[in-house]
């Protein structure tokens, strides 16, 4: 039953990850990376890092989502379309996918008792962590003491790079209400391009034209 489900979760993850490849939709793009987040906290699950999982769904689909979602509205929803076709980045990228794929073949074995982390440190962590630190759960107490400068580091990189994604997006151009042809409209950073003379010009046009049509309003009445 565990390895249907194993199979399961990774057939979905590698669905969604095509479709966010193919997807040309900016923000459906976002929506399915926070759902590859999901299945991914979901097979940790599974495998038993609930710790893991936590942190997963925490930051993959929790705060990764909301600043990709900020990003949109500074950049709009579509994404342009390349001017060459990227074969030099397409070929790294498989070449390096390879070179990966074949450092798995030293991998130990998943779930074997043999391996040799099981016979390191796990069985001290297992069976003094409790007596050492105090703490029942094994894994908090792996986070907050044995491994707590590396918690401490890991907490520190990510509030850096959420810093600086927000001193980006407060940097960005933002979107603005123009008055257009009797209405407002919300005219994103991408589709400002033309430069503000152009934006100018349209709603000139559009007043002249409302100019023009209350004239012949009145000169018929």
Known sequence: MVEFVDITLLVLLGITAFSIIRQKNLFAAVMMVGIYSLLSAGLFVVMDAVDVAFTE????????????LGTLALVGHS?????????LPLFVVILTGAVLVYGTLDIPPFGDASNPAHHHVAPHYLEESEHEIGIPNVVTSVLASYRGYDTMGETTVIFAALVGVLLLLSLGPRPRRVFLNGRWITVAASEKDASEEGVEDVQEDSVQASHEEEYLGDTNG
């Open 79 to 87: 994404e342009h379309q390349p001017q060459h076709r990227p074969i």
């Open 57 to 68: 769904a925490a930051v993959g689909a929790g705060i990764s989502t909301v600043l990709m």
